[in-house]
């Protein structure tokens, strides 16, 4: 062992180092269109026959989702409806906020801008404030803001990267409010790349026609994170930690109206009661489709969907599933961890056993992780010696472009994270494979955040769908919970002004119970809260290549 890397893989570098000018010259042309469908048929994951079925119960019968997921929708509750007791309220809140990632910490803040009471305001995540996906972002915001860009350009933009099956009133306001959340971003002070001059550094991502990234180094989802966090803790916003929504309250006039939580400490149940509950229970990358390792936080189970879709709320585009082309597919400690697409807008490419770059690095992401799937089936990649499948993502080419010190200073975080492996990312490739990375579908909104259908629900971030129909492109993750979480906070809070709480009810649990039971759904239960990885070993390294 040299260098961090068995000697086999020394062998493939030497062949990576030698091709370099010639890839210098000579990059792969974008795909056309049709180009585009036939790999993405051929090689994507979603295109699997065995990896999805239609849910059988429910108002989201018919839908089609990963098999992990419609297992989740068809389970049965953790609780025993008739044995909770809602005479007694634990906590009463005008506006209860589920979750503590980016939308969640938005839409409080946007409730207090717009005249909620902090008070009566209350935040409950499963883990600690600010565990989430939204921390976990490392390349970018986009925003149109820069002069010869516009709205326009990155609606047009999101529509294609989605396949146009966006939902065109939620993408208009995605990209109309952009430029207007990096301002209140600085005026928080969230610490964005800047040049010498003070303006604004932005870069490219895949299936943008513009430069409009904006970024805190590598780890731009932390940066955003840790100053809405601060924001939320200098307004004394009450939050409540370790604390698991299980399911969801409504009253007996058909709305919303709080939840029952689980204290994961004390091991014992609360009632919640609220005029309005926000849903911000992030994605689902912790259920490991097919097989395949996440760059998901530990706790996005998709609990939000489970408890969303027993009140009735609507799930949309779940037969679609983000792979980001590249995770980390050795060493064995970081394996399906992020490797920023930012890499690759700075000049990484993506190169086979051989040397040979085989797809140009900025495709939207679905189809640059089936090319890297093809490549690997092919047998032009490399098998680590837990037997996970990779290609090389030649990173030395960004100091090699940029200058030497271009990849320490602008991707601090990943350069340490491999130092410690002993592999030097400014002078060796990094190993690479598309990892689970993002749920494109969700629960179904409108331009308000208010769930369709569900009164005295709202949601925003990754648990909805719609704003980025069947494949997000970079940076618009973070601009989504932004946007929306904003638009949560805004709207909810003039929602409460005129709302009152009825007498509570889990009815529509124990309807949903005889809809499993009428079905013969096994006994399965949901929300999973956190992933099972006790035992047996839950994730195999050897994924097929189709």
């Known amino acids: 062992m040299e260098r961090g890397y068995p000697n086999y893989m020394l062998e493939s570098i030497e062949l990576v180092k030698r091709t370099r000018e010639k890839r210098l010259k000579e990059i792969p042309p974008l795909m056309s269109l049709e180009e585009r469908q036939q790999i993405l048929r051929k090689y994507h994951p979603d295109y699997r026959e065995d990896s999805k079925r239609a849910v059988k119960v429910g108002v989201n019968a018919r839908e089609l989702m990963p098999n992990e997921v419609a297992d989740l929708i ?7 409806p008739e044995q909770i007791d809602l005479s007694t309220i634990d906590y009463d809140a005008d506006i209860l906020i ?10 409080a803040l946007w409730a207090i801008y717009s005249g909620a009471d902090v008070d009566r305001i209350l ?13 976990m972002s490392q390349g970018g915001i986009q925003a149109a803001d820069c002069e010869d860009d516009s709205p326009s350009l990155h609606y047009l933009d999101v529509l294609g990267g989605g396949h146009f099956t966006n939902d065109p009133e939620l993408v208009k306001w995605l990209v109309r409010e952009a430029p207007m959340i990096i301002k209140w971003h600085e005026e928080l002070g969230v610490m964005y790349d800047k040049d010498e001059e003070g ?8 299936g943008t026609c513009r430069k409009r990234m904006h970024s805190a180094k590598d780890y731009t989802g932390m940066e955003i994170v840790r100053v809405l966090m601060d924001e939320v803790r200098n307004l004394e916003i009450p939050v409540l930690e370790f604390n698991s929504a299980i399911e969801l309250l409504m009253d007996d006039a058909g709305k919303v109206a709080g939840a029952v939580l689980w204290d994961m400490e004390k091991e014992d149940y609360s009632i919640a009661r609220a005029k309005a509950t926000l849903m911000a229970t992030g994605g689902f990358g912790r259920l490991h489709v097919q097989g395949f390792a996440t760059t998901n936080h530990y706790g996005a189970t998709a609990d939000g969907l489970v408890m969303a879709n027993r009140v009735g709320a609507r799930i949309i585009d779940m037969d679609s599933v983000q792979y980001h082309p590249t995770g980390s597919s050795y060493p064995e400690q970081i394996l399906g961890l992020l490797c920023t697409e930012k890499l690759r807008g700075r000049g990484a490419q993506p190169v086979n056993k051989y040397g040979e770059e085989f797809v140009y690095p900025l495709e939207p992401r679905d189809v640059e992780a089936a090319s890297l799937i093809r490549e690997c089936a092919r047998g032009n990649g490399l098998v680590t010696p837990t037997g996970m499948p990779g290609v090389w993502l030649d990173t030395p080419l960004i100091d090699i472009l940029h200058g030497e010190g271009t990849i320490e200073k602008e991707f601090s975080a990943m350069f340490l994270k491999y130092k410690r492996f002993d592999i030097d990312m400014t002078q060796d490739p990094i190993l690479v494979y598309p990892t689970l990375h993002f749920q494109n579908g969700g629960i179904v909104i409108n331009e308000h955040a208010g769930v369709v259908g569900v009164p005295g629900l709202f949601a925003a971030g990754e648990t909805t769908g719609g704003v980025h129909g069947k494949n997000r492109l970079m940076g618009n993750s973070i601009l989504d919970y932004c946007v929306y979480g904003r638009r949560m906070g805004i709207y909810s809070a003039d929602y409460v002004q005129n709302a009152n709480v009825g007498k509570l009810s889990l009815d529509h649990v124990t309807k949903y119970v005889n809809l499993l039971e009428d079905a013969g759904i096994p006994n399965r239960k949901a929300p999973i809260l956190l992933p099972e990885y006790r035992g047996e070993r839950t994730l195999s390294h050897t994924l097929d290549l189709l």
């Open 123 to 135: 935040i409950v995540t499963k883990l600690r404030l600010g565990d989430s996906n939204s921390k």
């Open 98 to 107: 589920i979750g503590a990632g980016g939308a969640g910490l938005t839409a």
């Open 74 to 80: 068809e389970s049965y509750p953790l609780i025993q």
């Open 199 to 206: 303006c604004m550094v932005v870069a490219p991502g895949g």
